[in-house]
């Protein structure tokens, strides 16, 4: 199988989102730092309860999903549908905005390690408008993988090839009617430790290192620690080596929706018009109608 290689590193950029939330965003960090059918990519990561603790109080989606997977610690999420679910260490929450959702995510802690990321993945039009809905997958129902040479492999959307052998991850395209096909994955390497996954051919890829660094490619394209690589299109397969102090990163990879998107904050849309009606219909009370 041909290599991919890198098309461009995104340095993950300082900000911060809800009521003061500090985190780090690559994906999403400029309006040209997207990769069909991701939007945007967040990880957030502090023992300072001052960094976390006003979360992020009730607020509007519409048009794509969220994916939360958590680390450490545990938020709570609330939604306009009556939902409330508990996201634990290493749990993900997987909810599709829809034609509309109003929630909150908030911190059950008060001090303590807060860590994980979230995802935004667009929706195709056809899906813009369906209701809402969301799933909780606690750390115990997602498949984890030791791989041969060591480190592990955690699968989280999709379906992984390991070691000469397909893993389903908790969450995949047939039983979840994803039309985008997500692959999820967190890679956990060893010093010096080599990683290979295919890579459905026509999608888009990309890997985020959050610890340690990597290479990737026949290149040995660096990948520091806090970087994403967004891969071109050309090539079935993607491979990663462990630096000296070993990497952990994420894998994901899509089918693209190939559609016109705007987006205004949290409304993620096909058109300007829509957009407006999205506001509207939230200034309105009707984000969330039937």
Known sequence: MTP???????????????????????????????????LMLD???????????????????????????MLDGH???????????????????????????????????????????????????????????????????????????????????????????????????GASRLS????????QLAAGKRFEQPITAGYNALAYVYEGSATTGDAATALPTSSAALFGTEGERVSFTAGKDGARLLLLAGKPIREPMVQYGPFVMNTRAEIEQAMLDYQAGKLVAA
């Not at 990561?45 to 999903?65: K, V």
């Open 43 to 69: 990880e957030f990561g502090t023992e300072n309860p001052d960094d976390y603790i006003a979360g992020f109080p009730s607020h509007p989606h519409r048009g794509f999903e969220t994916v939360t997977y």
């Open 4 to 38: 991919r290689t890198v098309d461009h590193v995104i340095r993950a950029l300082a900000t911060s989102d809800g009521a003061g939330v500090k985190l780090l965003r690559s994906l999403g960090s400029r309006q040209d730092a997207r990769l069909d059918p991701f």
């Open 75 to 173: 938020m709570e999420h609330r939604d306009h549908l009556g939902h409330v679910g508990n996201l634990g260490p290493g749990g993900v929450q997987w909810m599709t905005a829809g034609r509309g959702v109003i929630h909150s995510e908030m911190p059950k802690q008060d001090k303590g390690r807060m860590r994980g990321f979230q995802l935004w993945i667009n929706l195709p039009a056809a899906e813009k408008m369906k209701p809402a809905h969301y799933r909780d997958i606690p750390a115990a129902e997602i498949p984890v993988v030791a791989l041969a040479q060591g480190g592990s492999v955690k699968v989280i959307a999709g379906t992984a090839q390991i070691d000469g052998k397909a893993t389903a991850g908790a969450i995949n395209s």
């Open 180 to 187: 985008t096909d997500p692959l999820y994955l967190d890679v």
